[in-house]
């Protein structure tokens, strides 16, 4: 196989992982708009709040991604990997959040590696880079849980009225 030939295979591999971590951003983008719906519906504003900022961090990742496809000459297939989860419960909600986050980080991990043994040096970085803020996203909802079992399900209503800290989408 020529050089060429190779890098050719490698840039497919590349193209493929990051277009299913597309749509697996798109579909974290789409579930996590719906929860900040029913939260904001709910009047839990900085829940609420949390999923909004997380949802815009995610298109960035889907931007990011994009990118990367399209400096390898790949196309960026723009559909979400699963359908939105009509989940209207908070603490099921989070949970749910978490298990995505989770199924990111150990994909994205999986992804960085396949990329290394590649010889594609910038999609394994981005996808480290994923992998830190997936973990990122992870703590903030565990923190969120962990405060509803701790004082109950008027943790939500009290912090919307201010009486606890607002949680932070962590910084990128
Ligand atoms: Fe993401
Ligand atoms: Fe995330």
Not at 49 to 73: D, P, S, W, Y
Not at 113 to 131: I, M
Request: with cysteine.
């Amino acid at each position: 196989m020529h050089i060429t030939e190779v890098s050719v295979v490698n840039s497919e591999q590349s193209i493929g992982l990051l277009n299913k971590s597309v749509a697996d951003e798109l579909a974290a983008v789409h579930q996590y708009m719906y929860f900040h719906f029913h939260l904001d519906d709910l009047g839990f504003a900085p829940l609420a709040n949390l999923f909004k900022r997380t949802a815009i961090m995610e298109m960035g990742h889907v931007e990011a991604l994009a990118e990367r496809i399209l400096f390898l000459k790949g196309d960026v297939q723009m559909a979400a990997a699963d359908p939105v989860a009509a989940i209207t419960d908070p603490a099921k909600m989070l949970a749910k959040a978490i298990e995505m986050e989770q199924g990111s980080a150990r994909d994205y991990n999986r992804a960085a590696q396949t990329c290394g043994a590649n010889a594609d040096a910038v999609s394994k970085q981005l996808f480290e880079r994923l992998v830190g803020d997936e973990e990122g996203h992870q703590d903030a909802f565990d923190k969120q849980l962990e405060n509803i079992r701790r004082f109950g399900p008027s943790y939500l209503a009290l912090q919307s009225f201010g009486a606890a800290t607002a949680p932070e989408a962590p910084e990128t």
